[in-house]
Antibody
Framework: QVQLVQSGAEVKKPGASVKVPCKASAYTFNTYHIHWVRQAPGQGPEWMGV????????SYAQKFQGRVTISRDTSTSTVYMDLSGLGFEDTAVYYC???????????????WGQGTLVTVSS | DIVMTQSPDSLAVSLGERATINCKSS????????????LAWYQQKPGQSPKLLIYWASTRESGVPDRFSGSGSGTDFTLTISSLQAEDVAVYYCQQSYSTPSTFGGGTKVEIK
């Protein structure tokens, strides 16, 4: 069955960067966009950005422009989310999620990774 | 950005009774070109990732029990659980994907009365 597998929890100091991988399996990697969504403790989800694995094109929420980079490695079916300049407010669970549209961006998410807790602490 | 407002924040319903959750968007999420509302509903249980229940406002995701239904158009939407089961205890979120950034509601916590 379709799986998105993420890495384990991370603890980072303020100002540092974090790079979270998301490995996809059991479907054709190039045919579905992958999104990144984060969820701070006790809060609702927040969309960060999306990548089209076929050509590598990306789109980011204005809030994260200049701080987030989403990339992919087609040889390993892995998408990466790199967030720089971490602050305490970036403490959250970070999820990758597959778009529900085959070969197009529909914007709803049919499969989710298990999440990666990123804690920013001095 | 489109603001998604859910109500109520929480509700307690007896087993077998109906639960109704409302979601209002600050602008229409209906695409005229295909007559689809870009509105989805998710269920999130403690310690788990969100799970897609409904997309295009009323299309049930494969494998989702038919006691879950979505309705509405434009700016006002409803998620209904027709007969609440114990396993439905969770937080429910609406989400719009009409425009970027996609945005979520604040969530509605459903509990057993």
């Amino acid at each position: 069955q379709v799986q998105l597998v993420q890495s384990g929890a991370e603890v980072k100091k303020p100002g540092a960067s974090v790079k979270v991988p998301c490995k996809a399996s059991a479907y054709t990697f190039n045919t579905y966009h992958i999104h990144w969504v984060r969820q701070a403790p006790g809060q609702g989800p927040e969309w960060m950005g999306v990548i089209n694995p076929r050509g590598g094109g990306t789109s980011y929420a204005q809030k994260f422009q200049g701080r987030v980079t989403i990339s992919r490695d087609t040889s390993t079916s892995t998408v990466y989310m790199d967030l720089s300049g971490l602050g305490f407010e970036d403490t959250a669970v970070y999820y990758c999620a597959r778009d529900g549209g085959r070969d197009l961006w529909l914007g709803f998410f049919d499969y989710w990774g298990q999440g990666t807790l990123v804690t920013v602490s001095s | 950005d489109i603001v998604m407002t859910q109500s109520p924040d929480s509700l307690a319903v007896s087993l077998g009774e109906r639960a109704t959750i409302n979601c209002k968007s600050s602008q229409s999420v209906l695409y005229d070109s295909n007559n689809k509302n870009y509105l989805a509903w998710y269920q999130q249980k403690p310690g788990q990732s969100p799970k897609l229940l409904i997309y295009w406002a009323s299309t049930r995701e494969s494998g989702v029990p038919d006691r879950f239904s979505g309705s509405g158009s434009g700016t006002d939407f409803t998620l209904t659980i027709s007969s609440l089961q114990a396993e439905d205890v969770a937080v429910y979120y609406c989400q719009q994907s009409y425009s970027t950034p996609s945005t979520f509601g604040g969530g509605t916590k459903v509990e057993i009365k």
